[in-house]
């Protein structure tokens, strides 16, 4: 169905979706190239066009796959802002980078009556770039020297019932830091805006 969907356009349930296994994709390589879980915990998978790395490790699995369902739902209602992963030292917690993801959606299309022209090919090569960005940041990001976690923001309307487990956070901002703007990518309903912040190289 979602194959059919790709083909003949995207709708709003479709849109969603590519957002969502997008954002999964981008967390797994996040966490990968910063070494947030141990290399032997991922296994390599093909998609986009690329070979990407993926987590075998069940707890992190399962979180991740929590928030992709939520995501779902959410981008679906056009209630999500933005995404932020942000990465911490574990002896401090001090704030070392904050990704954010801006999700601008486009608040006409209210159902899966409105089907809009953008071929399945054209999405991937626009995803396969932001995530050889989000591959190659590695090579000019400062190096982690300590060991890091990972927390998830999610910036959603005001109104939104949290769902249980969730709790509310502060914005956790890198201090002192500097950033890099990478690839957007449009499904013309969902558009992605990407940013990275990271510490200062001088500030370390």
């Known amino acids: 169905m979602a194959a059919q969907q790709l083909r003949e356009g995207i709708t709003l349930k479709g849109s969603s979706e590519i957002v969502a296994e997008f954002f999964s994709y981008g967390m797994n390589s996040i966490l990968y190239q910063h070494g947030i879980y141990p290399p032997e915990t991922f296994t390599r998978v093909q998609k986009y066009g690329l070979t990407l790395l993926v987590t075998t490790d069940p707890e992190l699995k399962n979180c991740l796959n929590n928030v992709v369902e939520q995501l779902k739902d959410w ?27 801006d999700i601008e959606c486009d608040k006409t299309v209210k159902d899966d009556d409105v089907v809009r022209e953008k071929s399945q090919k054209a999405n991937q090569d626009e995803i396969r770039s932001v995530i050889r960005q989000i591959t190659a940041t590695v090579t000019f990001l400062p190096l982690l020297e300590t060991a890091c976690a990972f927390d998830l923001l999610i910036y959603t309307d005001n109104d939104l019932e949290v769902p249980e487990k969730w709790k509310e956070s502060g914005p956790q901002v890198v201090s002192n830091s500097e950033e890099v703007r990478l690839c957007s990518f449009t499904t013309t309903i969902h558009k992605l805006n990407i940013l990275v912040a990271c510490k200062k190289i001088d500030s370390y």
């Open 75 to 101: 981008l679906y209602k056009c209630q999500v802002e933005k995404l932020v992963v942000v990465i911490a030292s574990v002896d401090n917690n001090e704030v070392l980078e904050r990704w954010q993801f």
